[in-house]
């Protein structure tokens, strides 16, 4: 077998760092290229998806994506002192239990949306909540936006992206009934509008399908109304997910993202945004065989990770 490209010793814990630049149009799916090598193993059993998935990027590298128009924010840690404050933008009850569980570490503000609303009023809202950080309704930013919800990535011909949103229904074990979408082209007004360069923005993780898909008829896409926003990093799906996958790849991110590890100082310090994606990516792949994980998409900058909690003593 041929020498892969993107040589490592460890592809799991010691990956190299792939950057891809391009117009807002193109994406190219690099990620799942086999260009490391052309001599791959049959996959057969369990044992043979480790070897075969080290051999594709999006399984090797942590992938750094960026739009050639955007202007990216200045790289900010998330701030976790001593919690991290966190949004969740939800469709009923998807994930909720997941950021119940996490509350020793996350300072969950309100979901949204806690009722039903008209569109129009909803739009307004949305962009109150996101265009702001969440300061139109708490006195400090948000850190994390997470939304655990549906989406149309507007890949297909004519599609136009959108996001759908619902408050909890009153049995959790049901579909609301009060569906909200927002139209992305409703929302770009709101961008001009509020837009803040100098208030910090939150993480935000777009846990539904196609969340980070380009439209082929349009240079308008979610990526980029979040990184012409100032998020320094976005996350998304290449394509539809199924919504138990979705849960578990998030609940593997956020416990590697928010599991303090031991720094090369020595100090303690808690793991980046690129190699908490990285992880969960492998641990849905070892511990539950399945590679969907390659569809999630890290846009901006995988450096960013959370600034520890300090006291007097340190």
């Not at 117009?23 to 290229?33: A, G, H, M, V």
């Not at 955007?70 to 909720?96: C, D, I, W």
């Amino acid at each position: 077998m041929r020498r892969p490209c993107l040589a490592t010793e460890d592809p799991i814990e010691a990956p190299p760092l792939v950057d891809i630049n391009t117009p807002p149009d193109i994406c190219i799916p690099f990620e799942l290229l086999p260009l490391l090598s052309f001599d791959g193993p049959n996959i057969e059993t369990f044992a043979d998806l480790q070897p075969a998935a080290a051999l594709l990027p999006g399984f090797r590298a942590i992938i750094r994506r960026t739009d050639a128009t955007a202007s990216l924010p200045q790289a900010a840690n998330l701030r976790g002192t001593p919690k991290v404050p966190f949004r969740l933008f939800r469709y009923g009850s998807l994930e909720a239990d997941l950021f119940t569980r996490l509350g020793d570490v996350l300072e969950v503000r309100r979901p949204w949306p806690e009722q039903p609303l008209e569109r129009k009023r909803a739009v307004r809202a949305f962009g109150d909540l996101i265009f702001t950080a969440g300061t139109s309704v708490d006195s400090s930013p948000d850190q994390i936006q997470h939304f655990a919800c549906h989406c149309e990535g507007g890949a297909g011909s004519g599609g136009h992206p959108s996001i759908s949103l619902a408050p909890a229904p009153s049995d959790p074990d049901k579909d609301p009934d009060d569906e909200i979408e927002l139209l992305l082209e409703k929302l770009i007004p709101g961008l001009l509008n509020h837009w803040t360069p100098s208030l910090a923005k939150p993480l935000v993780f777009l846990n539904a399908c196609e969340s980070a898909a380009i439209p082929t008829c349009s240079i308008l896409s979610l990526p980029k109304l979040f990184l012409d926003n100032g998020n320094p990093v976005y996350i998304g799906t290449e394509c539809r997910v199924p919504r138990n996958v979705a849960a578990r790849l998030s609940e593997r991110f956020y416990y590697h993202l928010l599991k303090p590890v031991i720094a090369p100082t020595g100090t303690g310090d808690y793991q980046r945004v690129g190699m908490a994606l990285h992880l969960a990516k492998w641990d849905l792949l070892l511990l539950h065989g399945n590679p969907a994980g390659i569809m999630y998409t890290l846009y901006g900058d995988p450096n960013v990770g959370i600034e520890r909690a300090t006291t007097n003593g340190d």
